[in-house]
């Protein structure tokens, strides 16, 4: 319940922030407003007693998330995928947070295994290892299977994980409130949007059915994509909080001297991930939207196998033929189309210059272009290109900066591979590809054949809708509208409440 019992939560957030010397990391992150500072200082610094001491060796902001617990780390890595939220420089770090945690014991994992499959683990498996992995809200381990000999991965999700989270979030909720209340200039910072954004993708993941079926529909996306393979989902032994899957052995695509004493092409691979990357992307609309090293294996025929499948990204048929113009117009320097595509798709307003547009675009493209093949940055430009549209009046789209945050941290893979990959010659036959098939004369007909397939189902229904729309507009009745003081005066008593309450609290623990 999102009520005041969340101040002691915040209070200790705010003391193992400061304890830790991230509170200002995170609050010049956020560009925080003077009231904000204020406010967040005035529930940490008195009660630093109270704060965790976390990890001395690890940075501020990713000692101090992963002191406070599963949930915090979640929403830190959640964060990550929002640099136009806390900043490149937190997002960096926190990208790299430490999802590790203490495992639970090997007989709460089997009892937990029994309760979901309804029968015993001896039945299942005839071998259940000890945690081979263990990470925020679940862990994995090694079994084989009874029936077929064969090894799978058994994910558990960690007992009472959910009710945990569920708490920890009502106290996210309850500071994005505070924010709106008490901050108004910090308003700009969408607390509650980040919050709900994160409370989403954390419901996915603590229901594996969920997950299993994110995995299926990658898997059925790219069955047919050379040298890319994924594990297979066993769905008689996966359920809401057990998930089973095919094992998998292969080296790390972050150990190169593994990667070089197996014989694998480091060149090959780097170019591959990118290419698969930018493929799922524009083909299917449908990404891997977490492919760092530790999600990523090759196996020993070079495929490359990803992992972990909580966090995808999605992108309507629409904005992929947008994201692809603008790719393709800045490898062909075309900075007029590229500018022109953000008006059509109505991302910048209409009563914007579009030339004026152009020329902006140009300053963000040329100095990259300059560059050579080792710094050459899709990510980078992309970070840019946001910067200037945001400058022209363009709203944050959540799924194109996840698709931007994904491109960065699979940029870095494919030069921790070859620092000399050039980005764009890479990229540039995937997108012109995906230009030709969907913008071209066989994508036209298709959008035809689409419309008239509408057309068709609702035919018979048109003339009536038509005419019900025109009898509306001739109407010169106005229906009444409703009153909103009633609900605006709850808020604002409930407000006024809450502020109150917050300060008696606080004067009395002083």
């Known amino acids: 319940m999102r009520g005041p019992h969340n101040i002691v939560r915040l209070i200790r957030t705010g003391a193992t922030l400061e304890r830790t010397g991230a509170m200002n990391v995170v609050l010049d992150a956020f560009e925080a407003p003077r009231a904000l500072r204020f406010l967040a200082h005035a529930l940490g610094k008195p009660f630093m007693w109270l704060g965790y001491k976390g990890d001395p060796e690890m940075p501020p902001a990713t000692r101090a998330l992963t002191a406070l617990g599963p949930a915090y780390i979640k929403f830190g890595q959640v964060l990550s995928t929002r640099p136009d939220v806390v900043g490149d420089e937190l997002a960096a770090q926190l990208r790299v947070l430490q999802d590790k945690l203490p495992p639970f014991s090997i007989d709460t994992a089997r009892a937990a295994v029994e309760r979901e499959l309804g029968r015993p683990v001896s039945e299942l498996f005839s071998e259940f290892s000890e945690p081979i992995a263990a990470a925020s809200i ?23 994980i959910e009710r945990a989270f569920r708490k920890d979030i009502d106290a996210f909720y309850f500071a994005a409130r505070i924010v709106d209340l008490f901050a108004p200039g910090a308003r700009r910072l969408r607390p509650m949007e980040v919050i709900e954004h994160f409370d989403g993708v954390v419901r996915g993941e603590l229901d594996l059915r969920l997950e ?20 297979p989902i066993i769905w008689s032994l ?116 579009v030339d004026e547009f152009a020329r902006a675009l140009r300053a963000v493209g040329e100095p990259i272009f300059g560059m050579d093949a080792t710094q050459i940055s899709m990510g980078r430009l992309l970070s840019y290109l946001f910067e200037v549209t945001e400058r022209f009046g363009m709203e944050t789209r959540t799924e194109l900066i996840l698709l ?30 995906y230009i030709k098939q969907s913008i071209g004369p066989t994508a036209l007909l298709s959008d035809l054949g689409k419309t008239a397939r509408v057309l068709a189902r609702f035919g018979p229904r048109l003339p009536g809708l038509v005419e019900a729309a025109l009898i509306r507009q001739a109407s010169d009745s106005e229906p009444a509208r409703k009153s909103t003081w009633r609900p605006r005066l709850v808020a604002g008593l409930i407000g006024l409440v809450s502020g109150a309450g917050i300060v008696l609290f606080l004067e009395a623990l002083s």
């Open 404 to 433: 931007q945050r994904t491109m960065v941290v699979v940029e870095g893979v494919a030069r921790s591979l070859n620092p000399h990959t050039n980005i764009w010659e890479v990229a540039r036959p995937v997108v012109e590809d």
């Open 138 to 160: 679940a862990q994995v381990h090694k079994a084989r299977l009874i029936d077929t000999n064969e090894y799978v991965a058994v994910k558990v999700l960690r007992p009472g």
């Open 212 to 231: 299993s079926a994110a995995a299926s529909e990658f898997e059925a996306n790219t069955r047919n994509d050379e040298g890319f393979c994924l594990p």
């Open 238 to 353: 996966s359920a809401r909080r057990v998930m089973t899957l095919g094992w998998a052995d292969g080296v790390s695509l972050g150990d190169n001297p593994a990667l070089d004493a197996a014989g694998h092409n480091r060149t090959d691979l780097s170019e591959r991930v990118l290419r698969l990357f930018l493929l799922h992307a524009l083909r299917d609309g449908y990404f891997h939207a977490d492919m760092h090293q530790g999600n990523l294996k090759v196996a020993s025929n070079g495929d490359i196998i990803a992992y972990d499948f909580g966090i995808m990204g999605h992108i309507d048929e629409y904005t992929r033929r947008v994201y692809a113009e603008i790719l393709f117009g800045f490898i062909r320097r075309d900075y007029k189309r590229v500018a022109e595509v953000h008006f059509e798709a109505g991302y910048v307003p209409a009563d914007k210059d």
